[in-house]
Antibody, heavy 120, light 111 residues
Framework: EVQLVESGGGLVQPGGSLRLSCEASGFTFSNYWMHWVRQAPGKGLVWVSRMNSDGSSTTYADSVKGRFTISRDNAKNALYLQMNSLRAEDTAVYYC?????????????WGQGTLVTVSS | QSALTQPASVSASPGQSITISCTGTSSDVGGYNYVSWYQQYPGKAPKLMIYDVINRPSGVSNRFSGSKSGNTASLTISGLQAEDEADYYCSSYTSSTTNVVFGGGTKLTVL
């Protein structure tokens, strides 16, 4: 059974940093693109970042480029999102997700999400 | 990068059919057969319903179908049931630097 379990969310002050982790199991992690997608309270899904299977290719939404860094450790079956210079508008549930098909564009499995709250 | 355009809400009675549109550009929806649709219940993670425009993952009811014409993709749900009441999101591959874009979401109400 495919499982994606996020951790690392919490309350952080504006300008602060947070590192999210996603532990994957039930599939060969090193074969798949992986994504981070977020959802602000009461709002829609917003794609944040993705990384290819070996970590050599990354893309970011304009809203987080230069502040967030996606990474992975295939030996540990783990995906990460380092978030710096956090803003109130980064407050959201962050989902870790597995990508499929062309350049991993669609998501076939999602984690349950971890809540990040940016507030003073 | 601009989100794909979806209607904010749609509603219909049980047994009826509805179609949710997802409008993009030739750089995303219109340029590739890489459109997917997700269903999300409040407080839950999204679930994949359609991928590559028309394909249903195993376990998804055949009441759900996808299509595309030009820059607009559509999700059709036939024989509406109360359990279909949820939010629906489209997504597409895009030639922009981000490569992935979501729609703003559509709230389906089953009357």
């Amino acid at each position: 059974e495919v499982q994606l379990v996020e951790s690392g969310g919490g309350l952080v002050q504006p300008g602060g940093s947070l590192r999210l982790s996603c532990e994957a199991s039930g599939f060969t992690f090193s074969n798949y693109w992986m994504h981070w997608v977020r959802q602000a309270p009461g709002k829609g899904l917003v794609w944040v970042s993705r990384m290819n299977s070996d970590g050599s290719s990354t893309t970011y939404a304009d809203s987080v480029k230069g502040r967030f860094t996606i990474s992975r450790d295939n030996a540990k079956n783990a995906l990460y999102l380092q978030m710096n210079s956090l803003r109130a508008e980064d407050t959201a549930v962050y989902y870790c997700a597995r990508g499929r098909s062309y350049a991993g564009y669609y998501i076939d499995y999602w984690g349950q999400g971890t809540l990040v709250t940016v507030s003073s | 990068q601009s989100a794909l355009t979806q209607p904010a809400s749609v509603s219909a009675s049980p047994g009826q059919s509805i179609t949710i549109s997802c409008t993009g550009t030739s750089s995303d929806v219109g340029g590739y057969n890489y459109v997917s649709w997700y269903q999300q219940y409040p407080g839950k993670a999204p679930k994949l319903m359609i991928y590559d425009v028309i394909n249903r993952p195993s376990g998804v009811s055949n009441r759900f179908s996808g299509s595309k014409s030009g820059n607009t993709a559509s999700l059709t749900i036939s024989g509406l049931q109360a359990e279909d009441e949820a939010d629906y999101y489209c997504s597409s591959y895009t030639s922009s630097t981000t490569n992935v874009v979501f729609g703003g979401g559509t709230k389906l109400t089953v009357l």
